[in-house]
């Protein structure tokens, strides 16, 4: 065979993978028309805004079904309520005095974002009064009078929020949240 011969089969051999080759890397590299959703889910500080002290229970209720009344110690009552949506699902623990909310403990998801939750009270609250760091955790807090706001956040390789609290700035009972730290929890 010869040489010349050999030369025009590679030529063409080529040509073909050229014409195999170039329309896949034309595809591959086309700017993605999707939609990227941040993995907070739609969630909104304002779910929330129910459970925030001096709102009505009766509120919560018609908004998220009747509460599960864990206990009763001097006339106020916990109780334990689920916010679900389609894509996350979380526990809000009250104290209830009188048919009105002394405060709060939200234990949020996981999955949901740090960045993303944090941003949102930073929006709505400003800079945090305090943040406190201990170990991986940090605790911020913010002073809006006549309420207390806690977050609470954790980072492994990503980072994620652990609970949400609102209190009375000013309340002769302790918060949830300090009930909880005196239990050592969470």
């Known amino acids: 065979m010869p040489l010349s011969h050999l030369k025009?089969?590679?030529?063409i051999i080529s040509m073909f993978k050229l014409f195999i080759i170039l329309p896949c890397l034309l595809?591959?590299?086309?700017?993605?028309?999707?939609?990227?959703?941040?993995?907070?889910?739609?969630?909104?500080?304002e779910t929330l805004s129910v459970?925030?002290?001096?709102?009505?229970?009766?509120?919560?209720d018609s908004k998220f079904k009747k509460g599960?009344?864990?206990?009763?110690?001097?006339?106020?009552?916990i109780i334990k309520y689920t916010v679900s949506e389609t894509k996350y699902n979380f526990v809000v623990f009250i104290q209830e005095k009188d048919g009105?909310?002394?405060d709060f403990f939200a234990r949020l998801p996981s999955y949901f974002l740090h960045d993303v939750f944090f941003q949102s009270l930073t929006n709505r609250y400003g800079k945090q009064t305090t943040f406190k760091r201990t170990h991986e955790e940090a605790f911020y807090t913010w002073d809006a009078p006549p309420l207390k706001h806690v977050?609470?956040?954790s980072c492994t390789i990503t980072c994620f929020p652990i609970f949400y609290s609102v209190e009375k700035k000013e309340s002769e009972?302790?918060?949830?949240?300090?009930?909880?730290?005196?239990?050592k929890w969470p």
Request: glycine letters at 4%; zero cysteines; proline letters at 7%.
């Open 173 to 183: 009972r302790p918060s949830l949240l300090n009930k909880m730290k005196k239990n």
């Open 68 to 77: 599960e009344v864990m206990g009763t110690e001097d006339g106020v009552r």
């Open 27 to 45: 595809i591959m590299f086309q700017p993605l028309k999707a939609k990227v959703e941040a993995p907070n889910y739609h969630f909104d500080l």
């Open 8 to 11: 025009n089969n590679v030529k």
């Open 100 to 102: 009105t909310v002394e």
């Open 51 to 60: 459970f925030f002290p001096g709102r009505s229970v009766s509120e919560i």
């Open 151 to 153: 977050y609470s956040a």
